[in-house]
């Protein structure tokens, strides 16, 4: 063992021992010993050279290491600026695996060697700090750029310090500032961060809903924050936020107000009610800062009451408080009605008028901000059209003139294009249909009007709108997180799943793929709830083996009918777990899935659409649960030994026949082991549980600006000034949020779209090789970003000349693919038809052929015959067809295309026109393969009945039939013809790009 110490000339060797301290150089203390060298060998300038002295093993190790390295990319081998930005997976390394951590003695004392004693007994101000970089300047590129950068610091800072503070706190772990109360009344304070739980303790809404609404309204909450911090008004601030789902709880981090211990909270509060409307702030300074915060989310003043009749106007809600902090700032605290009601929902569903559902489980129901931007832009579109036909209408009167000439046409049409006096005014309620504006049987006013309207446009439009998008896979979401984003881009609550499952029908067989993945989101969810409430009933060591009874109960009931049989007996001394049985749960999960998503599921939904996709739900629900899983291969029925044997040998990477004795003992062990599981997951397969965050980050303005500007201009035509806006957004993105950042992700899959556009092949494949190490490191390895990344490189990898690797790469996002979905995901058909395209090129003309015949099988189960994308895929059959020599083939699926074109976009489209020129081909060239066909077989049979004559040779007449059933096309030039290139070529005709995130944010 050496001790080593850091001095102003470098490193070196210490004479200290176990049980004694000496700063004395080691080689001058036991000079003369032996085995002992010079003193210069124990120092070194460098740390690493002096331990690559001391130790070979380390030197070769480090050599080895840096070697290794050096072939990486560089995003593959930073480190995360904070831990939260890191991937949790749901299948993590088992304790059999993993690597061993040993004990760091000098871990405990990395506060003390960063920051010194002072420091690490101190305490962070938070909000100091926050709102310190909430007012630098701004005025510059570059102020603008340190500031988003100091905010993402601080908001990744903040929301790992929360994290651990929130899990401490369900953990038992930290003491409450008031233990008398009941434990869901209980706060926290550690290192100047705040923590409350997720309950209506203090009975706030006990009209809405109680604990329910409490729940939600946590979530909203955040929801204001994001909103409040995109808007960045000066003079207003806003407390960091991070709401923590951890073991069943829900935990609210904020950072502290300065001053909101030391005084009452009604003294402080100058704007909107801390008691339910009792009493009411208006405080003229804050109502006059919150304009700008109401101009741009559509608010209009409104008058609002308290206990003693005074009336008092706000823009906000009045559950929405401001108050000044002993700093002098303005802060604005609980923002989660910072959007209007959905009316329509609470008048039908929150009420229990249905009675074959029951009510909504709370009233707090609103609307997203991204439906009120849709409404709000809808409504001036609308106004304007209807402002430049009335004016066009009163030029035309006003000239009284029925000779008017085309010239005057003109000037009518020039003035209904002046807006210059045209006037919109739009303004919504917050506190619409709420207690505070109760209508009591009035009218209803311009504000009411304007919400119920906007709440008719969620229901009566939007929905509706993505059901039509998601039947005809215009929209095709991968995954439940991929569902849940395309939804909250259009504005659409996940309250509405029921709503959408309803609107997809459920014996159409193009919609069965799509239906399938919003019920499984609906019950992923419920089941979530479930955990809820048991992970709240059971003590914490019971939590795996309550997640595994629960997802037993759901997924593997094939492999066990009663799994709760083999709960330990602690565990079969709760009642809750106990008592779960494979029906009690499908019962539960109907009743919660009527309650929460007014939608009726099936008696038998766990046959009919869980069994054969236990792994596609098993999977929702551990990722919404926050369960990590060991990595291993599960069964959901009683699996076959020959089977087993099998997987246990490929995942030893070992072939059967070439197994040693130890090898096949070892394989024998872990047969045995699987075939004596007794349920498809343990409680040991359940090796952690992580925290889920919801955070309140900042966004960056400016790279956002740059890269829509961009996108923008690529989609003009203008290439070069879109790359040029792109890659600037990138710089600012990786000035920002860092190299591992899912933003930074998203700007280098658009760049090298750009770049593969524009014919740089090296350059695309670059720079979507980054995008895919990014989002494997950021949002998990089986996101659907990471495998719609991975399928672009492929195509980006192919058209580089790269096919073998292509070929590799499909394989890999197919893995991916089928661990997240089921086959007949409409966009698999892409993926198989690119596969042929490179199969293709690589002369592998009947392998290339089966994936083309997958890819028209898929398109025609999903969309029928008659659609755009399923003549295509004819097209592409057969030109694969043609390749592989079977012209009559070709010739029968070239004519289903050209029919469909034809009769779909007449003679005159490019389409059509193509199609046609390629039949002509084919059935000239299958008319004369089929006579000279004819022929050689005329002549086999001539020379078989002279039996004096020399007879052929099978193989001859083989080959000569296989050189003439080509036709007169030469290989190369029909493969040319056909890709547009030659063979291994770099841009195939007929590959298409995965369909992904077109410059769409996440």
Not at 60 to 74: C, I, K, Y
Not at 842 to 856: I, K, M, N, T, V
Not at 895 to 923: I, M, Q, V
Not at 956 to 975: C, K
Request: aromatic letters at 8%; charged letters at 25%.
């Amino acid at each position: 063992t050496y001790h080593i110490t850091c001095a102003r000339s470098g490193f070196y060797v210490n004479s200290s021992t176990l049980t004694r301290f000496s700063t004395e150089a080691y080689g001058e203390a036991f000079a003369g010993q032996t085995g002992v060298r010079s003193s210069e060998f124990y120092a070194a300038h460098s740390l690493v050279s002096l331990l690559k002295r001391l130790s070979p093993k380390f030197a070769q190790g480090f050599g080895e290491l840096q070697s290794a390295v050096a072939q990486r990319e560089p995003v593959e081998t930073l480190p995360f600026v904070a831990s939260e930005q890191a991937a949790t997976p749901w299948l993590v390394r088992g304790s059999e695996n993993r690597v061993p951590e040993s004990y760091d003695a000098g871990r405990p004392q990395d506060v003390y060697l960063r920051l010194g004693a002072q420091a690490a007994d101190s305490l962070r101000d938070w909000n100091e700090e926050l709102q310190s970089i909430r007012e630098m300047p701004r005025g510059t590129l570059a102020e603008r750029v340190l500031r988003d950068r100091q905010f993402h610091k601080w908001h990744s800072e903040f929301a790992e310090a929360a994290v651990q503070g929130a899990m401490a706190v369900v953990d038992g772990e930290m003491a409450a500032l008031n233990p008398g109360d009941p434990a869901e009344q209980h706060m926290y304070l550690r290192d100047n961060v705040f923590y409350s739980k997720g309950f209506d303790g203090r009975e706030t809404f006990t009209g809405l809903g109680g604990d329910a609404a409490a729940h939600a309204a946590t979530g909203k909450d955040i929801t204001g924050v994001r909103l409040l911090n995109q808007l960045d008004v000066e003079g207003l601030s806003t407390l960091g936020s991070v709401v923590v789902d951890y073991r069943g709880v829900r935990v609210v981090a904020q950072s502290v107000v300065p001053g909101i211990f030391r005084r009452q909270d009604t003294t402080q509060i100058v704007y909107g009610s801390i008691d339910s409307g009792s009493t009411v702030g208006s405080d003229p300074e804050f109502h006059k800062a919150l304009e700008p915060v109401a101009k741009a989310l559509h608010f209009g003043a409104h008058t609002v009451a308290d206990a003693e009749g005074a009336e008092h106007t706000l823009y906000t809600s009045i559950d929405v408080k401001g108050l000044t902090g002993t700093d002098g700032r303005r802060y604005l605290l609980d923002l989660y009605r910072m959007t209007p009601v959905d009316v329509e929902f609470l008048e039908a569903e929150c009420d229990g008028k249905d009675p074959a559902l029951p009510a909504y489980p709370h009233r707090l129901v609103l609307l997203r901000p991204e439906l009120v931007d849709i409404f709000w832009e809808n409504s001036i579109r609308k106004a304007v059209q209807e402002y430049a036909a009335d004016k066009a209408k009163a030029a035309e009167d006003g000239e009284g003139d029925a000779k008017a000439d085309a010239a005057e046409g003109e000037e009518a049409k020039a003035a209904a294009a002046d807006l210059s006096d045209f006037e919109f005014n739009l303004e919504l309620c917050p506190d619409s249909f709420t207690a505070s504006q109760s209508l009591d049987g009035a009218a209803e006013g311009p504000l009411e009007t304007a919400v119920r309207q906007a709440s008719k446009l969620l229901r009566e439009v939007s929905v509706p709108a993505l059901a039509r998008d998601l039947a005809a896979y215009t929209t095709s979401p991968l995954s439940g997180e991929a569902l849940t984003t395309a939804m909250h881009q259009r504005g659409i609550n996940m309250r509405y799943l029921g709503m959408l499952a309803t609107l997809l029908p459920a014996d159409v067989e193009s919609a069965r793929n799509v239906r399938r993945l919003v019920v499984f989101e609906m019950v992923s969810r419920a089941v979530k709830h479930i955990l809820r409430r048991l992970f709240q009933q059971a003590p914490p060591e019971l939590h795996a083996e309550a997640f595994a009874l629960v997802v037993n109960a759901l997924v593997g009931t094939r492999y066990c009918a009663a799994p709760a049989e083999h709960l330990s007996a602690q565990a079969k001394a709760v009642p809750a777990l106990a008592e779960l049985t494979p029906q009690s749960l499908a019962a539960e999960i109907r009743a919660q899935v009527a309650q929460r998503f007014r939608f009726a599921l099936a008696e038998d939904f766990v046959e009919a659409l869980v069994a054969g996709s236990e792994h596609i739900l098993l999977r929702e629900v551990c990722l919404k649960a926050g369960a990590q899983l060991a990595l291993q291969q599960y069964h959901f029925a009683k699996p076959d030994e020959a089977a087993v044997h099998a997987e246990v040998v490929a995942a030893m990477g070992a072939a059967a026949g070439k197994l040693t004795k130890a090898a096949k003992r070892t394989v024998r062990e872990r047969v045995d082991a699987v075939l004596a599981r007794p349920l498809a997951v343990l409680a040991a397969d359940v090796l952690n549980f992580v925290a889920r965050a919801k955070v309140s980050a900042h966004s960056a303005s400016l790279a956002d600006e740059a890269f829509e500007a961009g996108r923008l201009s690529l989609e003009q035509g203008q290439k070069d000034l879109g790359l040029e806006l792109l890659l600037e957004s990138l710089a600012l993105h990786e000035q920002t949020f860092g190299f591992l950042h899912p933003e930074t992700a998203r700007c280098y899959a658009v760049v090298s779209l750009a770049n593969y556009e524009a014919g740089e092949y090296a350059l695309a494949a670059d720079f979507m090789t980054k995008a895919v190490i990014i989002s494997e490191r950021t949002v998990g390895l089986d996101n659907p970003l990471t495998i719609h990344n991975y399928l672009n490189l492929a195509l980006y990898e192919h058209a580089h000349g790269n096919t073998l690797l292509a070929l590799r790469l499909m394989r890999h996002a197919m893995d991916l693919w089928n661990l997240v979905n089921s086959p007949d995901h409409p966009d698999l058909a892409t993926a198989h038809n690119n596969i042929g395209v490179m199969l293709q090129s690589l002369g592998r003309y009947e392998d290339a052929l089966r994936f083309f015949q997958s890819c028209l099988e898929i398109r025609v189960a999903l969309l029928g015959t008659e659609h755009v994308l399923v003549a295509n895929a004819q097209h592409s059959l057969a030109k694969a067809h043609a390749v592989a020599g079977d012209f009559k083939s070709a010739v029968q699926a070239e004519r289903d295309a050209y029919k469909f074109f034809l009769a779909r976009f007449g003679a005159d489209d490019p389409r059509t026109k193509e199609t046609a020129e390629w039949l002509a081909e084919l059935t000239v060239n299958a008319v004369r393969t089929a006579k000279l066909s004819k022929a050689v077989q005329d002549k086999i049979r001539s020379l078989a009945a002279t039996a004096d004559l020399v007879h052929v040779d099978r193989k001859d007449a083989a080959a000569a039939g296989d050189a003439t059933a080509r036709g007169n096309l030469p290989i190369d030039d029909l493969l040319k013809f056909i890709t547009g290139s030659s063979r291994g070529g770099p841009k195939p005709k007929g590959a298409h790009r995965a369909k992904g995130p077109k410059g769409a944010r996440r």
